[in-house]
């Protein structure tokens, strides 16, 4: 994954940008958009098609780390941008907590632009290399938190429980806390009567696991199993193509796959951008298996890879900027539903290999001490600026997970019969035969999955 850098001088972006005070956001009626649901292997917006056409988005970087939806003076003046680009989701990497959202997200909402986010932080993220340290109960009630700030907001469309936390073949033992973490994050918004945001993976580009990682996010019980998939995926450089690029090979190898599938992160920068990566992705092509993606990435750091510059209150758009836009404006989606496959259905575990080591399709038990999280929620978050860290985890009162979970059960082996979220029901699929249920139906328990942050392989590294 291409990773994010420090920005400079973006506090001084202030008085620049008209921003709709906060008594006139509240003298304004809420712009409600239809909240995205899951049906098969594709997103809806009602009985529509929808397909991501967006821009991750973290203006500042690991090292200037900040919350760009917590600061409306950021992100007024970035919306601005977003319209003009013709763009209908961000993604962001990580967010403040502990700060209110209102102003921004209803800003996006007015734009008709969903949000796709990331719960981890650098200090509150699982380690890939020994994620059963950072898999704990404070890490959850973080993570829990910023669900709660965001899951009552109708353009909150997805949340991604870690990003390319296994980046190769030697970190693949980190599977089992990755779709732990998922399955949590499910039975949390079950549990405590939120709308059921779909909740998924975004993994890195590695040939030799990323089919692997795929089948096994959609593996194993409904409650056990992700509702999308992602990838972030840079192998189309211009001038390319379809074949040259070899995505239509990642099309045949996930021909058939039940969850939605899109790309986190798109858009090589070995030659010039030209973005014509736009018109495959958004074609028949590409759409019975793929919702679209997120171009990275809108702000520019020492990588190279954004589409504006910012320098004090002044923001230059590269040609970067003007070539994607003018591919959005250029590609329509298909009419019709995109050949989507409507039942879905669970994948087969992938057997252990050279390239795989997970030698049990059985995942970790939450941690007891979380488990008081789903009856009483998780209460305030930690926030950005915090000098502590969940990567080192304490057995301390059940801090830590207590071992393998029972099938269909986030509990441990011979604890009993579920945790707060509940014991899986009676006819739950297998990971073999089950067809996936839509999201409004599909039974939520536990979940699991890591940060991919910090040390663990996080967009901000």
């Given at each position: 994954m291409k990773t994010f850098t420090a920005f400079a001088a973006l506090a001084a972006a202030s008085g620049v940008f008209a921003l709709p005070s906060v008594t006139q956001r509240q003298n304004t009626k809420k712009t409600e958009l239809t909240p995205i649901t899951v049906k098969g292997n594709a997103f809806f917006?009602?009985?529509?098609?929808?397909?991501?056409?967006?821009?991750?988005?973290?203006?500042?970087g690991s090292s200037k780390l900040s919350d760009p939806i917590a600061e409306p003076k950021i992100c007024s003046r970035d919306i601005e941008n977003f319209k003009e680009l013709g763009i209908n989701t961000i993604r962001i990497y990580s967010v403040d907590n502990s700060l209110p959202h209102d102003i921004c997200m209803g800003l996006l909402a007015d734009a008709g632009i969903y949000l796709v986010l990331d719960v981890n932080t650098p200090a509150y993220s699982l380690r890939r290399d020994k994620p059963e340290a950072g898999y704990n109960s404070d890490y959850l009630q973080n993570i829990f938190a910023t669900m709660d700030a965001f899951a009552n907001y109708t353009n909150t469309l997805a949340f991604f429980s870690g990003n390319e936390v296994i980046n190769d073949d030697t970190t693949t033992g980190a599977a089992p806390y990755v779709k732990a973490v998922t399955r949590d994050m499910r039975s949390y918004l079950a549990s405590r009567g939120y709308r059921q945001i779909p909740v998924g993976y975004s993994a890195a580009d590695v040939d030799s696991n990323r089919l692997e990682m795929a089948e096994y996010m959609n593996c194993g019980t409904d409650d056990e199993r992700?509702?999308?998939?992602?990838?972030?995926?840079?192998?189309?450089?211009?001038?390319?193509?379809?074949?040259?690029?070899?995505?239509?090979?990642?099309?045949?190898?996930?021909?058939?796959?039940?969850?939605p599938l899109f790309l986190s992160e798109y858009g090589c920068i070995t030659n010039k951008r030209q973005f014509k990566e736009v018109a495959s992705l958004y074609s028949t092509d590409m759409t019975s298996v793929y919702s679209g993606g997120l171009a990275y990435e809108y702000t520019e750091e020492e990588n190279k890879f954004g589409l504006v510059k910012i320098?004090?209150?002044t923001i230059t758009k590269k040609s970067d900027y003007n070539e994607l836009q003018k591919m959005f404006k250029n590609t329509a989606n298909p009419t019709g539903d995109g050949g989507y496959n409507s039942t879905g259905g669970a994948s087969g575990c992938p057997p252990q290999s050279a390239t795989w080591n997970v030698t049990s399709d059985a995942l970790p038990a939450m941690p007891v001490a979380a488990e008081k999280y789903m009856k009483s929620g998780a209460g305030t978050g930690i926030g950005l600026e915090v000098k502590t860290s969940s990567q080192e985890g304490t057995k301390v009162d059940g801090g830590m997970s207590a071992g393998i979970a029972e099938s269909g059960s986030g509990t441990a082996s011979g604890a009993g019969s579920g945790t707060a979220g509940g014991s899986s029901p009676s006819g739950t699929k297998n990971a073999a035969a089950g067809s996936l249920q839509p999201l409004d139906k599909a039974p939520l328990f536990l979940g699991m999955l890591l940060a991919s942050f910090g040390l663990v392989g996080a967009a901000l590294l």
């Amino acid at each position: 994954m291409k990773t994010f850098t420090a920005f400079a001088a973006l506090a001084a972006a202030s008085g620049v940008f008209a921003l709709p005070s906060v008594t006139q956001r509240q003298n304004t009626k809420k712009t409600e958009l239809t909240p995205i649901t899951v049906k098969g292997n594709a997103f809806f917006q009602g009985d529509k098609r929808f397909y991501m056409r967006g821009v991750d988005y973290q203006p500042g970087g690991s090292s200037k780390l900040s919350d760009p939806i917590a600061e409306p003076k950021i992100c007024s003046r970035d919306i601005e941008n977003f319209k003009e680009l013709g763009i209908n989701t961000i993604r962001i990497y990580s967010v403040d907590n502990s700060l209110p959202h209102d102003i921004c997200m209803g800003l996006l909402a007015d734009a008709g632009i969903y949000l796709v986010l990331d719960v981890n932080t650098p200090a509150y993220s699982l380690r890939r290399d020994k994620p059963e340290a950072g898999y704990n109960s404070d890490y959850l009630q973080n993570i829990f938190a910023t669900m709660d700030a965001f899951a009552n907001y109708t353009n909150t469309l997805a949340f991604f429980s870690g990003n390319e936390v296994i980046n190769d073949d030697t970190t693949t033992g980190a599977a089992p806390y990755v779709k732990a973490v998922t399955r949590d994050m499910r039975s949390y918004l079950a549990s405590r009567g939120y709308r059921q945001i779909p909740v998924g993976y975004s993994a890195a580009d590695v040939d030799s696991n990323r089919l692997e990682m795929a089948e096994y996010m959609n593996c194993g019980t409904d409650d056990e199993r992700s509702d999308f998939f992602a990838f972030n995926d840079y192998s189309w450089c211009d001038p390319s193509d379809f074949q040259i690029s070899g995505w239509d090979q990642k099309v045949k190898n996930f021909t058939g796959y039940g969850l939605p599938l899109f790309l986190s992160e798109y858009g090589c920068i070995t030659n010039k951008r030209q973005f014509k990566e736009v018109a495959s992705l958004y074609s028949t092509d590409m759409t019975s298996v793929y919702s679209g993606g997120l171009a990275y990435e809108y702000t520019e750091e020492e990588n190279k890879f954004g589409l504006v510059k910012i320098s004090g209150n002044t923001i230059t758009k590269k040609s970067d900027y003007n070539e994607l836009q003018k591919m959005f404006k250029n590609t329509a989606n298909p009419t019709g539903d995109g050949g989507y496959n409507s039942t879905g259905g669970a994948s087969g575990c992938p057997p252990q290999s050279a390239t795989w080591n997970v030698t049990s399709d059985a995942l970790p038990a939450m941690p007891v001490a979380a488990e008081k999280y789903m009856k009483s929620g998780a209460g305030t978050g930690i926030g950005l600026e915090v000098k502590t860290s969940s990567q080192e985890g304490t057995k301390v009162d059940g801090g830590m997970s207590a071992g393998i979970a029972e099938s269909g059960s986030g509990t441990a082996s011979g604890a009993g019969s579920g945790t707060a979220g509940g014991s899986s029901p009676s006819g739950t699929k297998n990971a073999a035969a089950g067809s996936l249920q839509p999201l409004d139906k599909a039974p939520l328990f536990l979940g699991m999955l890591l940060a991919s942050f910090g040390l663990v392989g996080a967009a901000l590294l």
